[in-house]
């Protein structure tokens, strides 16, 4: 399982993840967090902690410390059929798709325009098919389905279309409920997902020092129920957190160890996946929080190596606005350093425009992209055979090797690639001297054409249809 060979990157030493480490212990015992959910803040009073002006919580030290003593390690999530897939821990990296994008840039015509369910569907099929992604996410928010409800139509899309493993995202409470309700049907049931979860839920949380109501719920929900939960806070600086690094990453890294201290307090052992992305800064030019910073790459990273935690990660996407040089530099790049990271889950491959339009065909470059880092980062192997020692002195120095039986037992273990250019410029041009976004495009419409997910059972595609009409009439 492991993904990439040798010594990973490191852009902070020890000592500078204990100096990070102390400082969000600073910040959560000395300037405390805001907690709005009462249950949360029961448990926290229970194990000895300090409340003050109704809601605002200081945590000692002593908490993190056990928490961190309970916490699994490595979490495995898996596929439909209860394979394992994903051993979330080390430097294994796993990528995969973003969710709720507001646009998509349709790949038939180049224009961007409010998405559909059926875009939803489309996407999650394509993942489906992709070598290079190993979990999914909604990737679209449709707007042709009732706005309370979304969520339930976007797991029963990915629970339908897809065999792999599943990160999903819901509007509140009650939708992480019915998703792991769903996601309970398709397995056999709340022992059957527990064992084996094939799902982990994402939560974005308002700020590290302050946790919103239904980020709280969902935490309490799933740690109860021995399911994953990636809890997020958001820190932007010069916005909710200073413009510094240093100062970013402490207040985020505090707000991933409030949430790992309650879910441990309510459930000892439940599965935690941290942020593995962090220190955003706000772009005082736009005002535009970017998704491709260079300022911040690695350190989340390092943070959740240095607790040795599961972590939810970002790359594969782009600031900009089209399927363009712009977009495939910064998606090659962040792929690179998460890779290089160690991170676990890397999600928002083919999100554009700063994770407001998402592209399938930007999504087939991912892949690609996907297929040679993993390829240019294997072990290789060096024996008798691959040295072809005898074969050389055989050849001489005046020998070809095009023909030799060697080349052709060995040919197919070079990379070849499906989208990338490779011609000479006649051959390009007889194949139509089309760009890689229209080949992209191209790939996308022949996989749709040909590729069918696996089907689920008919009594548990009722039962997820069951359950989103429910939620559409605004029932619980």
């Not at 510094?244 to 160890?257: P, V």
């Not at 959740?304 to 495939?328: E, I, N, W």
Request: with cysteine; proline share 6%.
């Amino acid at each position: 399982m492991v993904r990439n060979a040798g010594i990973p990157y490191r852009r902070l030493t020890d000592e500078q993840c204990r100096k990070l480490h102390h400082a969000s212990l600073e910040i959560l015992e000395r300037t405390g967090v805001r907690l709005y959910h009462q249950p949360a803040i029961d448990v926290l009073r229970d194990a000895g902690v300090r409340v003050s002006e109704g809601n605002r919580v200081r945590i000692p030290p002593v908490l993190i410390e056990r928490a961190l003593e309970t916490v699994p390690r490595e979490i495995v999530l898996y596929d439909r059929h209860g394979n394992p897939a994903l051993h979330l821990g080390g430097y294994r990296n796993y990528f995969g798709t973003g969710s709720d994008c507001l646009n998509i840039v349709d790949h038939r015509t180049g224009q961007r325009r409010k998405p559909v369910l059926q875009d939803v569907v489309e996407g999650i099929t394509l993942c489906d098919a992709l070598p290079g992604i190993d979990f999914v996410m909604s990737m679209f928010l449709p707007t042709d389905v009732p706005d309370v409800a979304t969520d339930r139509y976007q797991m029963a899309v990915m629970l339908s279309h897809t065999t792999k493993p599943i990160v999903y995202v819901t509007n509140e409470f009650s939708g992480c409920r019915d998703a792991v309700a769903m996601a309970e049907a398709v397995v056999g049931g709340a022992d059957a997902l527990r064992r084996k979860p094939l799902a982990a839920c994402y939560i974005n949380v308002t700020t590290g020092l302050r946790h919103n109501e239904e980020a709280l719920q969902k935490l309490l929900f799933l740690a109860e129920k021995g399911l994953p939960a990636a809890y997020i806070p958001f820190a932007l600086g010069g916005a909710t957190a200073p413009i510094t690094l240093a100062g970013n990453m402490a207040i985020w890294n505090a707000g991933s160890l409030m949430g790992l201290v309650i879910s441990q307090l309510k459930q000892p052992g439940a599965p935690f996946i941290t942020s593995g992305f962090g220190a955003s800064g706000l772009d005082m030019r736009t005002t535009v929080s970017p998704y491709v910073e260079p300022e911040n790459q690695f350190l989340a990273q390092e943070l959740a190596h240095f607790y040795r935690l599961p972590m939810f990660a970002l790359g594969g996407c782009t600031d900009s606005k089209l399927v363009d040089q712009q977009a495939g530099v910064e998606t090659a790049l962040t792929l690179m350093t998460n890779t290089l990271a160690g991170s676990h889950l890397i999600h928002d491959l083919g999100y554009l425009e700063s994770g407001l339009s998402g592209s399938l065909a930007q999504l087939v470059i991912c892949d690609e992209i996907v297929s040679w880092l993993r390829t240019a980062l294997a072990p290789i192997e060096i024996n008798e055979e691959t040295l072809a020692l005898d074969l050389i002195d055989e050849m001489g120095p005046d020998g070809g090797f095009i023909e030799s039986d060697h080349t052709l037992e060995h040919f197919r273990q070079r990379w070849y690639p499906q989208l990338l250019e490779r011609w000479d410029y006649p051959g390009w041009q007889e194949r139509g001297a089309r760009d890689l976004a229209q080949r992209a495009a191209e790939r996308v419409t022949e996989i749709l054409d040909q590729h069918r997910p696996g089907p689920l059972p008919d009594a548990v595609k009722a039962r997820l249809k069951e359950i989103s009409e429910t939620a559409a009439r605004g029932e619980t």
